[in-house]
């Protein structure tokens, strides 16, 4: 099993609909979860933290974590083609020691927003 | 504010050669992480550096290094390169403590190792 899992996609959402991005992770330990946009050929970009169980809302993005079920989720709402981008979810796991600098990253999911 | 600055943009080596790279953080920030990114891997925690000090390490050959300077710049250096080493190297800076989790990534060196 892999430390943070995410589905590849490519998920594709007519826009103005709601793009629901998920993530789950192995170590049930762990504190701080975080959501970076990356766009083709560019660097990736924070756009949501969580640290607490429940939701966490930013503009048109939604946070959800679930720390029982070890679950961290994204929602965007009425996207836009310009949300199109690979999205990566992140964890701080807690197993192993020393965390300085280190985020675990999914493998991302790529989402496609259509006109 | 000026971001994180990675230098070179892009770079091309054969096997066997070193390379060096460089990074610049975000002013204030003093925790500087590098990253490498391949299609096949993802995102992969190189190593962090604070103060100079390397303090933690990921699950890379000796190859591959790092330092930390006074004005928390930071370089990256990677020796006899291998064909796999071809990836995005990705530096990220971020302030210290609580904050160090936000991590702020700059552009990234392409390298090509043919």
């Known amino acids: 099993q892999k430390e943070v899992e995410q589905n590849s996609g490519p998920l594709s959402v007519p826009e103005g609909a709601i793009a629901s991005l998920n993530c789950t992770y192995s170590?049930?330990?762990?504190?701080?979860f975080f959501w970076y946009r990356q766009y083709s050929g560019k660097s990736p970009e924070l756009i949501m933290f969580i640290y607490s169980n429940g939701d966490k809302e930013d503009g048109r993005f939604t946070a959800q974590l679930n720390k029982a079920s070890q679950y961290v989720s994204l929602l965007i709402r009425d996207s836009q083609p310009s949300d199109s981008a690979t999205y990566l979810c992140?964890?701080?796991?807690?197993?192993?020691?020393?965390?300085?600098?280190?985020?675990?990253f999914g493998q991302g999911t790529i989402l496609t927003v259509h006109p | 504010k000026a971001g994180v600055t990675q230098t070179p943009r892009y770079l091309i080596k054969t096997r066997g050669q070193q390379v060096t790279l460089s990074c610049s953080p975000i002013?204030?920030?003093?925790?500087v992480s590098w990253y490498q990114q391949t299609p096949g891997q993802g995102l992969q925690f190189l190593f962090e550096y604070f103060s100079e000090t390397q303090r933690n390490k990921g699950n890379f050959p000796g190859r591959f290094s790092g330092r930390q300077f006074s004005n928390s710049r930071s370089e990256m250096n990677v020796s006899t390169l291998e064909l796999g080493d071809s990836a995005l190297y990705l530096c990220?800076?971020?302030?210290?403590?609580?904050?160090?989790?936000?991590?702020?990534f700059g552009s990234g060196t392409q390298l090509s190792v043919l």
């Open positions: 992140a964890v701080n796991l807690k197993a192993g020691g020393t965390s300085y600098g280190k985020l675990t």
């Open positions: 990220a800076s971020s302030l210290e403590g609580a904050g160090w989790e936000k991590l702020f």
């Open positions: 170590d049930r330990g762990s504190q701080s």
């Open positions: 002013s204030g920030h003093r925790s």
